[in-house]
């Protein structure tokens, strides 16, 4: 079986992006330091020089305004930040320039451009380190906000980013999808890596997830069809400016349930805006109450231990499937045990 991490797929993406498309340039705090970003950006400098792929000053705002000025001028930028963090230091940039040049210049203007920033858990990193914003940057209009939740996920999508799209592109990356290995046996790139994917059929749960939440309904459906007879179908949503409504309806037209796992906060959301969605769509489809999963609404605490409970896991969404298809609280399945989970999942060891 052919497999490949989330960590390789973003690597090749990378040398791709730089390949594929001679006026792209690969740039950010720590790109070209040893770890690389986790291993992404590892020899880029040496093989395609320092004029293409560079760190940067500690100035996110200026970094962010250099992308601006350099997509207008025909170079491709592709603007790293180790930490989504970072990025509400550029936001001045990001919502009131990259969003806004098409449209204030009546389509003479385009940013074609790649933002990464990652997210999620590692060993405790605090408040100020473990902030998801796919919501925030998803709110204005002009933005194209992805979350790859696997290896074809992110070639198919940085590919058409750096080769084709004239659009500014903003994708979240999770700590803990990049030694994930997937199976790549058959997988043909997609049509249009801007939308959301089935990637597992089921008849009893509907479970729209994002990023590594993905993979958490994913196995916690495997488990659940193993141990209780129960099919959840889970999609993918991917990107979250497109949301495909009619995958997400049509599914929901064969489950009548639905649960919503996101890597961010539920108010606000993108819980929020996938219940919008049915809600104003076709609210009759539901046989119940939606089902929310998302970290807790709380800033991050930086202790490990309380770190475990402030993100959900797959266990989490076994938890709310047997809540929707047995139709009650105390459902008697039996969920996956911290060791079962372990085996799953290398844990987020550093090095930042």
């Not at 880029?44 to 560079?54: A, S, T, Y």
């Amino acid at each position: 079986m052919k497999t490949m991490t989330y960590r390789e797929a973003l690597a090749q993406a990378m040398r791709g992006a730089l390949e594929k498309n001679p006026s792209a340039v690969v740039y950010g705090l720590g790109v070209t330091d040893f770890t690389g970003i986790f291993g992404t950006t590892l020899g880029l400098e040496k093989d395609f020089g320092p004029g293409r792929v560079f760190d940067t000053p500690l100035s996110e705002d200026a970094m962010t305004g250099f992308a601006v000025g350099a997509a207008l001028n025909g170079i491709y930028p592709v603007h790293i930040h180790i930490r989504a963090d970072f990025m509400l230091l550029a936001m001045n940039q990001l919502v009131n320039s990259i969003a806004k040049y098409k449209y204030m210049y009546g389509g003479l203007f385009e940013l074609p451009l790649l933002i990464r920033a990652v997210i999620g858990r590692s060993w405790g990193q605090g408040a100020q380190h473990s902030q998801s914003l796919q919501a925030l940057l998803s709110h204005v209009p002009g933005l194209t906000v992805v979350m790859p939740a696997s290896a074809q996920s992110v070639l198919d999508t940085y590919e058409y980013a750096a080769t084709k799209a004239r659009f500014p592109v903003v994708s979240f990356e999770h700590r803990s999808l990049y030694d994930y290995s997937f199976n790549m046996d058959g997988l043909k790139p997609q049509p249009d890596p801007f939308t959301s994917r089935l990637v597992r059929e089921g008849r009893d749960v509907t479970v729209a997830a994002t990023s590594v939440m993905v993979a958490d309904a994913v196995n916690a459906a495997k488990f659940l069809s193993e141990r209780a007879g129960i099919e959840a179908e889970v999609i993918d949503l991917h990107c979250l400016t497109r949301l495909d409504s009619k995958m997400l309806l049509a599914s929901l037209r064969k489950t009548g349930r639905l649960v919503v796992a996101d890597a961010g906060w539920a108010p606000f959301g993108v819980c929020a805006e996938v219940s919008r969605l049915v809600a104003t769509s076709d609210p009759g489809l539901l046989k119940a109450p939606i089902i929310e999963i998302a970290q807790a609404h709380s800033p991050c605490p930086t202790a490990k231990t309380l770190e475990n409970h402030f993100y959900p896991d797959m266990g989490t969404v076994a938890d709310a499937i047997c809540r929707l298809a047995k139709g009650r609280k105390d459902h008697g399945v039996e969920l996956p045990s911290a060791e079962y989970k372990k085996r799953l999942y290398k844990e987020f060891k550093g090095p930042f």
